[in-house]
């Protein structure tokens, strides 16, 4: 398996067809994944994250932290934790001055940070969120999605709080590593055991 550097064109392709949110976000850095078989896989992308203040609880400004934003893939890549791991790796090389990497496992998938866990990132935070979402088309959807509807049509769908979700954190660095180790909380567990 090899990682080379995504052209915005991979990147939205995979975006708009390998994830779930079909949605591309803001890319700094984004990593095309190829198999042993040199096979497109998708891509792997990072982004200086959604908001200004994300590195603030780390006290880092913007350009020394990163948000693992997508995880665009197909499925034919023979290792997902392999190929998280080598885009880490080249963060170090194209990103030196990034000293943590931060993401987002989301509840309303059902996802519980499984990928993080097997490449040993730290659990540090479980959030709910201010936001809501609307079941459209049969999923659920940013409520603004459907705004472009008759007015009529809008009241009718129904509408949830969006679940919120578990935050994960990378540390590159010495210092991160051990800010890590002093907030990091136990991980969530895949299946909840039966009693």
Not at 24 to 39: G, K, R, Y
Not at 121 to 140: I, P, R
């Amino acid at each position: 398996m090899i990682l080379k550097i995504a052209s915005y064109k991979a990147v939205k392709y995979a975006c708009l067809k390998f994830h779930y949110a079909k949605v591309v976000p803001v890319t700094t850095i984004a990593f095309s994944v190829f198999n042993n078989n040199n096979e497109w896989c998708g891509v792997i992308s990072y982004g200086g994250g959604a908001g200004c203040n994300m590195g603030k609880p780390y006290k880092l400004v913007q350009g020394k932290y990163l948000e693992l934003n997508r995880m665009a893939l197909n499925g034919k890549q023979e290792s997902t934790s392999k190929a998280l791991s080598l885009s880490i790796k080249m963060i170090k090389k194209y990103k030196p001055l990034v000293k943590l990497l931060i993401s987002y496992a989301d509840k309303g998938q059902n996802h519980k940070g499984i990928i993080y866990q097997a490449t040993n990132w730290f659990f540090v935070e479980q959030s709910n969120s201010s936001g809501n979402e609307v079941l459209y088309k049969g999923k659920w959807v940013h409520d603004r999605g459907p705004n472009t509807l008759p007015k009529e049509i809008r009241k009718k769908l129904t509408y949830r709080k969006k679940p919120g979700k578990y935050k994960y954190l990378y540390p590159l660095t010495k210092d991160m590593r051990v800010l890590c180790n002093k907030i990091k909380k136990e991980y969530v567990k895949q299946y909840a055991s039966i009693a």
